[in-house]
């Protein structure tokens, strides 16, 4: 029985003494600890990225999309009527001719023996000029013959003065049907104007033409014209012939892409269009382009040239502005003001003045100092005197543009 009695104090017991002991252990561990190390936490402020602002000399450039349209077109047409007997084996569409290039012949039969008989009716009326000349010669002498003394008022049909005017008449009339009858001879021939390519043709050997109806058509090749529709303030830096400036207009480069590479022509603003487009109520101002079809490639040898309807670039150039700042767009906040991050690393907010819009980029000529660092990062809920700072300390940042 005392057996029995040990073991339930000892199964009671145990519990408590492990209670015991751990409660002493964590009382020793409580009273020998160490404080932890207090880190005291700094506010770094938000991660942006910025550009030095550096003033600079900008060339101001518009830019703009045109489509390429010939200077000169015109619609062949004969003066004459006939069949055709020779055709040139490059007028057909594409084909390019050169000045006083023979485009087709016309039979010339007809048109000569016209000539020839115009020739002999002058040769007879030559003859009865001076058969008239000679009367009125002979008729003054036997005037003489009779006392009567020339006086100038002499009867005009004593002396033939109307027959001798009316073969002065017909004589003048042979010589203009000898003329006309060189010129229609002449027209069989027709020929090129101007440097030109075959935009359509509608003729062939053996076809019988007529006066008066078209046959093809030719565009010059020595000049294109661009439209290009510009905004009302862009419009104020393009210089116009006439109108702005020094009677030179603004210069331009025309540019056609082809495999991610360009090819450039040189141009010029000739005029404004008196009005606007109907859709878009922008400006139009026309570029000129000499050698439309010349390869700009220096090394020759390529087939992109301006032609009739292509698509194209224009990049006006209209002068420089002098210690300006130029920014990437998204620099830009609300079309007029700038973010600095100042020496302290605060947000401040500034306004500027846009002196003009690019593609990418902006000018700025007011509000701003070099040196300053523009934040070009876009900040959620900004507000003045936020803390900032670069990847590389407060001092980083590169050239603005």
């Not at 973010?339 to 990418?360: N, S």
Request: proline letters at 5%; glycine letters at 8%.
């Amino acid at each position: 029985m005392h057996q029995a009695l040990r073991k339930i104090i000892f199964r009671a017991g145990l519990p408590i003494l492990i209670i015991a002991v751990g409660f002493v252990i964590m009382k020793t561990l409580i009273h020998n600890r160490k404080a932890p190390h207090k880190i005291k936490r700094t506010v770094q402020g938000i991660l942006v990225e910025t550009k030095v602002a550096k003033p600079a000399d900008c060339p101001v450039k518009v830019q703009g999309t045109g489509i390429v349209r010939p200077r000169k077109i015109i619609d062949i047409v004969p003066q004459v009527s006939g069949k055709v007997i020779s055709v040139a084996p490059d007028f057909v569409q594409g084909g390019m001719f050169r000045k006083g290039q023979e485009l087709f012949l016309i039979e010339p039969v007809d048109y000569e023996l016209a000539l020839e008989t115009a020739r002999a009716q002058l040769a007879r009326a030559e003859l009865n000029l001076d058969i008239e000349k000679t009367r009125g010669d002979i008729a003054l002498k036997e005037w003489k013959n009779l006392d009567k003394k020339p006086s100038g008022t002499e009867p005009p049909l004593v002396l033939r003065k109307p027959q001798l005017r009316e073969a002065q008449a017909a004589f003048a009339a042979a010589r203009a049907a000898v003329r006309q009858a060189e010129i229609n001879l002449d027209r069989t021939r027709i020929r090129a104007p101007f440097n030109a390519v075959v935009k359509a043709e509608n003729i062939d050997k053996g076809q019988y033409v007529r006066q008066g109806v078209k046959v093809g058509t030719l565009t010059g090749t020595d000049i294109a014209e661009i439209v290009v529709p510009v905004s009302l303030e862009d419009l104020e830096w393009i210089k116009v012939p006439g109108i702005s400036g020094d009677g030179h207009g603004s210069a331009a480069v025309v540019t056609v892409s082809s495999r991610n590479r360009g090819y450039h022509w040189k141009g010029a603003v000739v005029r404004l269009l008196g009005d606007v487009a109907p859709k878009s109520r922008m400006s139009r101002v026309v570029v000129d382009v000499h050698n439309p079809f010349r390869c700009p490639d220096a090394g020759g040898g390529c087939n992109i040239r301006l032609a009739d309807g292509l698509f194209v670039d224009v990049d006006f150039v209209c002068g420089i502005l002098h210690g300006v700042y130029v920014l990437k767009r998204k620099a830009l906040r609300d079309n007029d003001t700038v973010w600095i991050m100042d020496k302290t690393g605060r947000l401040r907010i500034r306004k500027v003045h846009v002196a003009h819009y690019q593609q990418d980029t902006v000018i700025i000529d007011k509000g701003l100092q070099p040196g300053e660092q523009v934040v070009l990062t876009s900040i959620p809920g900004a507000a003045e005197g936020m803390l900032l700072r670069t990847a590389s300390g407060p001092d980083a940042g590169g050239d603005a543009r």
